[in-house]
C-alpha cells in the first residue's frame, strides 16, 4: 500500500516531467481566493490538543479546495514547476539538466509561523502549517470514511470526540493544471524531508486517496492544498 502511496505522490510530477499536464490554465470552480478564506478551530480531541481549520486556506467551505501553495511559498500562481520555485536556482554557468548542480534554498527545517508559512501569512498569526508530528497524528487517531460533500468527494475525519472535518479531493498542482482532483487529495506540513539533507527537494505532506491515507515526501514545487492548524 505504500507503493501505492508513493506512486499516486508522484504521479503529478511525473506528468508534468512528460508533457502529460496542459499548460493552459483551467478554470477551478472550487477554489474561492484568498479572500474569501473563513475558518474556524475544530477540536477532534487528538493527544496533542491540536485544533484543525474548518477548511482549506483560501475555501470559503469544507468542500472547496482552496489555494494551492508550493512549500514556503505564500501566493498562488499560475504555473507550478522546479523553475517557477522562489526557493530553487540553476546557476547560469550550468546546463538545466544537470540535476547534480541545481541548488534549493534552504529556509528551513521546520517553517511554522515563519514568513515561508502560508497560513500564517494569509490568516493570521493565530494560525499556522500542520509539522509532521501533527499530520501524524490526524492520519492515526482519527477516523478517515471516504464519502462525498456537496458533489465533492474526500474523507470525513472523525477525532476521539465525534468532532470532525471534511478534507476534499484536492489533488495537486503540476505545470499549470490540477491533476487528479477529486481522485487524491493531500496537504503540506511545514516540515522538511529528513532525507532531503543534501539536496533540499521534498518536504513532508499528507496525501490520501479512497483506499488509503498516509504522510510521505513531496517535491516542494508542486502545488499543494494548505489545511492550516491553530497556534
Known amino acids: 500500500m505504500k507503493k501505492t502511496l508513493k506512486f499516486v505522490a508522484a504521479l503529478g510530477l511525473f506528468l508534468s516531467a512528460t ?10 470552480d472550487n477554489v474561492d481566493g484568498l479572500n474569501s478564506t473563513k475558518v474556524e478551530p475544530v477540536d477532534l480531541g487528538l493527544t496533542s490538543g491540536t485544533k484543525w481549520a474548518s477548511c482549506n486556506v483560501g475555501a470559503e467551505s469544507p468542500e472547496k479546495y482552496g489555494e494551492y501553495f508550493a512549500w514556503g511559498e505564500t501566493s498562488p ?9 522562489s526557493y530553487y536556482n540553476v546557476p547560469d554557468s550550468v546546463a538545466a539538466d544537470s540535476s547534480a548542480k541545481k541548488v534549493w534554498k534552504n529556509i528551513g527545517a521546520d517553517i511554522a509561523g515563519t514568513e515561508y508559512d502560508a ?3 494569509v490568516l493570521g ?3 499556522q502549517l500542520p509539522n509532521e508530528s501533527q499530520c501524524k497524528e490526524l492520519v492515526d487517531e482519527c477516523e478517515w470514511t471516504w464519502t462525498e460533500m456537496n458533489g465533492v468527494n474526500g474523507y470525513k475525519v472523525v477525532g476521539k470526540n465525534g468532532n470532525s472535518i471534511f478534507l476534499p479531493a484536492s489533488g495537486v498542482r503540476g505545470a499549470a493544471d490540477v491533476v487528479k482532483n477529486d481522485m487524491i487529495g493531500g496537504f503540506w506540513s511545514s516540515t522538511l524531508c529528513d532525507a532531503a539533507e543534501t539536496s533540499g527537494d521534498f518536504a513532508m505532506a499528507v496525501y490520501f ?5 498516509a504522510v510521505e515526501k513531496g517535491g516542494r514545487w508542486m502545488g499543494r492544498a494548505v489545511r492550516a492548524v491553530a497556534k
Open 119 to 121: 497560513a500564517t501569512v
Open 19 to 28: 508533457g502529460c499536464v496542459n499548460n493552459e490554465q483551467k478554470k477551478n
Open 77 to 85: 500562481k499560475e504555473v507550478y514547476s522546479d523553475t517557477t520555485y
Open 125 to 127: 498569526d493565530a494560525w
Open 209 to 213: 486517496f479512497s483506499e488509503s491515507r
